[in-house]
C-alpha cells in the first residue's frame, strides 16, 4: 500500500502539460509508485479518511447490477452468463458460470482494455505482457489494493429534468462535459482531489425498463447516451485529480461517436474516447453502474458524498470485471 498523496502532489502536471507528452495526453511517466494503478493512485490514505466522514448513517448501497441484467448485452459480441448448478450427491450444491464476460453488465474496465494505437498499453507496457495470467495492467491491481475514497454523485439527469430539458435517451444524446459543473454547482458541491466520480444519467435504469423492442432498436443501432468526445473530458478528469470515472450509461461516452477529434488517433473505434481515458490517462472507467438507489437517496437527505468501496474481482490480468462496488453513507 502506497502513502504517497498523489491528490496533493504540486508537480502533477495540467492537462495542457499532458498534451506535450509522448503520447499526447498520456500520463504515462506521472506515477513513480504503483503505476499500473493508474489515476487510482490519487485516492491515497487521506481521501479514504475523507470519504470515511461522509458515513453518519449507516446507510449501504451496492452499485452493481446483477451479471445478467442486461440480456442480451449493448455489446454484441458479448453474452449474459449461464448459471448451472452442480451436485455431487444430493446434500451438497456447487456452481458454475458459463460464457461470463465480466463486463456483460456493470464494469469497471481496466487499463488492458484499451491499447493507445500508435504508441502501446498505458505506460508504455510492452505488448507481449499483455497475456492471460501475466500481472502486467490487470485489474489484478485493484483488487490487491481496492479503489476507496470519497464518492461524489452528479445527478445530470436531475439537473436536465428540473430544467425542462429532460434526456431522451431513445435518442442517445451527447452530454457535453459544462452539464458536470452546472449539476455540481445545483448540488452545492466541489469535486476534491482523489474524488471517485459518479454520474447518473438514468440510461442503465431507462434501458433496462424499456420496451423489449425499444432495447433491441437502440442495442442495434448501438446508440447510448454519454459524453460527447472532445479533449473536455480528459482534460476535466485529469485537472480534477479524479481517481475514478464511472457512469450508468453504456459506454461513459455517447455512441455512435459524435465528432471526429480522435478519428485519427483511434481509427479502429471510428474515434472513441477509450483510448484517451484508458491508455493514455489511466483512468478506471465504470459503465453501466446502478446509481438509481444512491440517487434516490441522494434527492432525499441532500447529501451527494458517500464513502465508495471499488474491489473487482482478483483475477490476474484481466480486462475488466464487475466493480463489486459499495457505497456507505
Given at each position: 500500500?502506497?502513502?504517497?498523496?498523489?491528490?496533493?502532489?504540486?508537480?502533477?502536471?495540467?492537462?495542457?502539460?499532458?498534451?506535450?507528452?509522448?503520447?499526447?495526453?498520456?500520463?504515462?511517466?506521472?506515477?513513480?509508485?504503483?503505476?499500473?494503478?493508474?489515476?487510482a493512485?490519487?485516492?491515497?490514505?487521506?481521501?479514504?479518511?475523507?470519504?470515511?466522514?461522509?458515513?453518519?448513517?449507516?446507510?449501504?448501497?451496492?452499485?452493481?447490477?446483477?451479471?445478467?441484467?442486461?440480456?442480451?448485452?449493448?455489446?454484441?459480441?458479448?453474452?449474459?452468463?449461464?448459471?448451472?448448478?452442480?451436485?455431487?450427491?444430493d446434500?451438497?450444491?456447487?456452481?458454475?458460470?458459463?460464457?461470463?464476460?465480466?463486463?456483460?453488465?456493470?464494469?469497471?474496465?481496466?487499463?488492458?482494455h484499451?491499447?493507445?494505437?500508435?504508441?502501446g498499453?498505458?505506460?508504455?507496457?510492452p505488448?507481449?505482457?499483455?497475456?492471460?495470467?501475466?500481472?502486467?495492467?490487470?485489474?489484478?491491481?485493484?483488487?490487491?489494493q481496492p479503489?476507496?475514497?470519497?464518492?461524489?454523485?452528479?445527478?445530470?439527469?436531475?439537473?436536465?429534468?428540473?430544467?425542462?430539458?429532460?434526456?431522451?435517451?431513445?435518442?442517445?444524446p451527447?452530454?457535453?462535459?459544462?452539464?458536470l459543473?452546472?449539476?455540481?454547482?445545483a448540488?452545492?458541491?466541489?469535486?476534491?482531489?482523489?474524488?471517485?466520480?459518479?454520474?447518473?444519467t438514468?440510461?442503465?435504469?431507462?434501458?433496462?425498463?424499456?420496451?423489449?423492442?425499444?432495447?433491441?432498436?437502440?442495442?442495434?443501432?448501438?446508440?447510448?447516451?454519454?459524453?460527447?468526445?472532445?479533449?473536455?473530458?480528459?482534460?476535466?478528469?485529469?485537472?480534477?485529480?479524479?481517481?475514478?470515472?464511472?457512469?450508468?450509461?453504456?459506454?461513459?461516452?455517447?455512441?455512435?461517436?459524435?465528432?471526429?477529434?480522435f478519428?485519427?488517433?483511434?481509427?479502429?473505434?471510428?474515434?472513441?474516447?477509450?483510448?484517451?481515458?484508458?491508455?493514455?490517462?489511466?483512468?478506471?472507467?465504470?459503465?453501466?453502474?446502478?446509481?438509481?438507489?444512491l440517487?434516490?437517496?441522494?434527492?432525499?437527505?441532500?447529501?451527494?458524498?458517500?464513502?465508495?468501496?471499488?474491489?473487482?474481482?482478483?483475477?490476474?490480468?484481466?480486462?475488466?470485471?464487475?466493480?463489486?462496488?459499495?457505497?456507505?453513507?
Amino acid at each position: 500500500m502506497t502513502e504517497t498523496d498523489n491528490a496533493a502532489r504540486p508537480d502533477v502536471p495540467s492537462y495542457a502539460a499532458l498534451l506535450e507528452h509522448v503520447p499526447p495526453g498520456s500520463s504515462w511517466g506521472v506515477f513513480d509508485r504503483d503505476a499500473e494503478r493508474g489515476t487510482a493512485n490519487f485516492a491515497g490514505p487521506a481521501q479514504v479518511l475523507d470519504g470515511v466522514a461522509a458515513v453518519t448513517r449507516g446507510a449501504v448501497f451496492s452499485l452493481d447490477h446483477a451479471l445478467d441484467a442486461f440480456d442480451p448485452p449493448m455489446a454484441r459480441a458479448r453474452s449474459a452468463p449461464r448459471h448451472e448448478l452442480l451436485a455431487a450427491h444430493d446434500q451438497v450444491r456447487d456452481d458454475v458460470l458459463h460464457h461470463f464476460y465480466p463486463q456483460a453488465s456493470s464494469q469497471l474496465d481496466g487499463l488492458r482494455h484499451r491499447r493507445a494505437s500508435g504508441h502501446g498499453f498505458y505506460n508504455g507496457v510492452p505488448d507481449d505482457l499483455i497475456r492471460a495470467g501475466h500481472p502486467a495492467l490487470g485489474v489484478q491491481r485493484w483488487a490487491e489494493q481496492p479503489i476507496v475514497g470519497r464518492g461524489l454523485l452528479i445527478d445530470v439527469e436531475g439537473l436536465l429534468a428540473a430544467a425542462g430539458t429532460p434526456l431522451d435517451h431513445r435518442q442517445g444524446p451527447a452530454l457535453d462535459v459544462d452539464v458536470l459543473d452546472r449539476a455540481l454547482h445545483a448540488q452545492g458541491e466541489r469535486v476534491r482531489p482523489g474524488d471517485l466520480v459518479l454520474v447518473h444519467t438514468g440510461w442503465a435504469r431507462w434501458f433496462l425498463d424499456a420496451d423489449p423492442a425499444v432495447r433491441g432498436e437502440v442495442r442495434d443501432a448501438r446508440r447510448a447516451t454519454g459524453f460527447r468526445q472532445t479533449r473536455d473530458l480528459p482534460a476535466w478528469l485529469w485537472d480534477h485529480r479524479v481517481a475514478l470515472f464511472a457512469t450508468d450509461t453504456f459506454a461513459v461516452e455517447v455512441l455512435p461517436v459524435a465528432t471526429d477529434t480522435f478519428l485519427a488517433s483511434a481509427p479502429e473505434d471510428a474515434g472513441m474516447m477509450h483510448q484517451e481515458l484508458i491508455a493514455k490517462l489511466g483512468v478506471p472507467l465504470g459503465e453501466l453502474w446502478n446509481l438509481t438507489d444512491l440517487v434516490a437517496d441522494s434527492r432525499t437527505h441532500h447529501r451527494w458524498d458517500a464513502l465508495v468501496v471499488v474491489k473487482p474481482l482478483h483475477l490476474v490480468g484481466g480486462v475488466g470485471s464487475p466493480p463489486n462496488a459499495t457505497a456507505l453513507r
